[in-house]
């Protein structure tokens, strides 16, 4: 079944065996050379796995990246005291996190593989028993994720494959999984689960069947499913259904097709004076990513863009950041598009820098 309306960027659709878009994804698989255990979201993760650190009563500074996801930052900020910022620069991934700088013995550091492609050279620091996370939310499967040398990691699965909700946790250096779940009732995250996978299921039908009328009704469970998924506090175990619905997905590579597109816009794209395109050699960016000056021109581009049916999300709007490079938008270029769709993205991006000199 192909798809009728074309839109580029935004939530994801179900897929279905036959689907062009399901062939392209499976095209490559890679594995995490540790158990996997699984979550409903990335939130619930790092819950998880600060609970099963502090369980003990540890007493210690948690830092996180100055520039951070504000949904994980609001959750952390929720349930631990002690918590601190060390500086980043989200845009430059020449330096792996200078650790020794700031962190006292004990403390647990947070480190995001920033867009797929931060540099990862810290060592594991057993002698002042500090703690390292990371998050490879926008780096599912990349080499650092593969090779990670952390004393936990977890990915938010639900930004890269087409599943209502999902996440993972590892543990790299140990062979026994992660074990760590809260056994209660969380009914914001159920309810989040039925909102998303509607919102999945009526999308697949407004994509491959012309379903406008249900554009309204998909947008609606997608936005309470989020705001569903903002009330959730805990970390449960996911039911059956969706476990096995992530074990289908995990091992499946999202890159191969990303560096193709990405190969693609980057031939084609015209050098704009408002916006640079990130990128790194050897690595696969989550999407195509372009960092803004000015707010005023970064919005104008955004609102040009989604006029044309084009959907940039903002990374992160609640972050801020000095220096020149400051507004981050990423557009997917994942397994759902093909050349076709490309053409069109980059069509259009060149246009806008035409008209914006
Ligand atoms: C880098 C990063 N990590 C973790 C999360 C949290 O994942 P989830 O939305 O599945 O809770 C997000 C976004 O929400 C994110 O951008």
């Not at 158990?35 to 790092?46: E, K, M, Q, V, W």
């Not at 620069?89 to 330096?95: M, S, Y």
């Not at 140990?174 to 009914?187: L, R, T, V």
Request: charged share 20%; net charge positive; aromatic share 12%.
């Amino acid at each position: 079944m192909q798809k009728l309306n074309r839109e580029i960027g935004s939530s994801f659709y179900s897929l279905a065996n036959g689907d062009k878009e399901l062939t392209v994804l499976k095209q490559q698989s890679n594995i995490i050379k540790a158990p996997l255990a699984y979550f409903y979201s990335g939130r619930n993760a790092i819950h998880a796995i600060l609970n099963e650190i502090f369980i003990a009563g540890r007493r210690c500074t948690i830092w996180l990246p100055s520039y951070y996801c504000d949904t994980v930052v609001n959750l952390i900020e929720n349930h631990f005291n002690n918590v601190a910022y060390y500086p980043v620069n989200p845009f430059e991934f020449d330096h792996s996190v200078n650790i020794e700088a700031f962190a006292k013995p004990n403390d647990v550091i947070i480190i995001n593989n920033f867009w797929g492609l931060s540099s990862f050279n810290h060592k594991s620091d057993t002698k002042h028993n500090i703690i390292i996370v990371e998050d490879h939310s926008h780096g599912w499967l990349s080499e650092q994720c593969l090779n990670s040398n952390a004393d936990y990691c977890f990915s938010s699965l639900r930004k890269t494959y087409p599943i209502p909700l999902g996440a993972v946790v590892w543990k790299p250096k140990s062979k026994k999984p992660f074990n760590h779940y809260n056994i209660a009732n969380d009914e914001a995250v159920l309810s989040a689960h039925t909102n998303l996978n509607t919102s999945l299921t009526l999308k697949r039908q407004y994509i491959k069947n012309n379903g406008e009328k249900v554009k309204n009704t998909f947008l609606k469970h997608l936005y309470k499913g989020e705001q569903d998924l903002n009330n959730s506090q805990d970390y449960t175990k996911p039911d059956l259904n969706l476990e096995q619905l992530l074990k289908s997905f995990v091992h499946i590579d999202p890159n191969a097709i990303k560096n193709e597109n990405l190969a693609f816009i980057t031939k084609k794209i015209n050098p704009s004076k408002h916006f640079k395109v990130l990128n790194k050699k050897g690595h696969t960016p989550f999407g195509l990513l372009l960092v803004f000056k000015n707010i005023n021109t970064f919005n104008a581009f955004k609102i040009c863009m989604i006029n044309q049916n084009i959907y940039p999300a903002h990374l992160w709007p609640n972050t801020t950041i000095n220096g020149t490079w400051k507004y981050l938008l990423n557009i997917h270029i994942d397994f759902r598009y093909d050349i076709e769709d490309m053409s069109y993205l980059v069509e259009k991006i060149n246009l806008w820098t035409k008209n914006n000199v």
